[in-house]
């Protein structure tokens, strides 16, 4: 039997204000960028504590939240997973990119080394689990795991940046090698590493815009 409580948290606004707080949330997710030039500059425990407190309120297939979230902030860790990172990256460029893939990747200025994941102070790495293994041993199926993961991770960088933090979603493939150094269990798949951490000072971004309202959506 499930049980249920009072819904909370929904004030009664008028239209106006509803538009006003969806306005000021675009105008500040808009400003977030990919960064690949980080600082060293330290970053309080507490601030990415807080953030992945609130990528864990994201809905998830039967509420079972099949994700787990390690933060590194440890530098020979970083260093560990920088090297295993760009040796996947290498073998990407040289062997498994086509063409079409590594033109498209030219527009954004990236390439095989990757100083970010030892630079940026944090490090995390988000796994999603298609099972769980209960206290028994058992297997326990997780459902819609990796869709779950995703939307987690997205209120993960939608909090970074609302603190003022700057993210890097980075995807080496395949990214088994996060399950080795970090030492997780393998029902835990590795979904993305995200960096953490302040801009350099003077920063680069591509230039690059988004798509308008009207190519990504339709109303009827």
Not at 38 to 66: H, M, W, Y
Request: proline share 7%.
């Amino acid at each position: 039997m499930a049980d249920f409580e009072p819904l909370t948290g929904y004030p009664d606004l008028q239209q106006g204000e509803l538009h006003a707080r969806a306005e000021r949330f675009y105008e500040r997710i808009r400003l977030r960028r990919t960064v690949r030039d980080f600082s060293d500059r330290p970053v309080d425990r507490k601030v990415i504590e807080t953030c992945l407190r609130a990528a864990g309120t994201a809905p998830s297939g039967a509420n079972l939240q099949p994700w787990q979230f390690v933060a590194v902030s440890d530098p020979a860790i970083k260093h560990r997973v920088r090297i295993a990172a760009e040796a996947e990256e290498r073998e990407f460029y040289e062997q498994r990119a086509t063409p079409e893939w590594l033109a498209a990747l030219e527009k954004l200025g990236t390439d095989v080394d990757k100083p970010f994941l030892e630079t940026a102070p944090y490090l995390i790495a988000i796994f999603y689990k298609n099972v769980e293994i209960d206290e028994h041993g058992r297997k326990v199926k997780n459902y819609y795991a990796v869709e779950s993961a995703g939307i987690a991770t997205g209120f993960l960088i939608a909090a970074i940046h609302h603190a003022g933090l700057a993210t890097l979603t980075h995807t080496p493939s395949p990214m088994a090698f996060l399950n080795e150094i970090l030492e997780r269990p393998r029902n835990e798949r590795p979904f993305l590493l995200l960096v953490v951490g302040h801009p350099a000072e003077g920063a680069q971004v591509p230039k690059i815009t988004k798509k308008p309202l009207e190519e990504i959506a339709v109303f009827k």
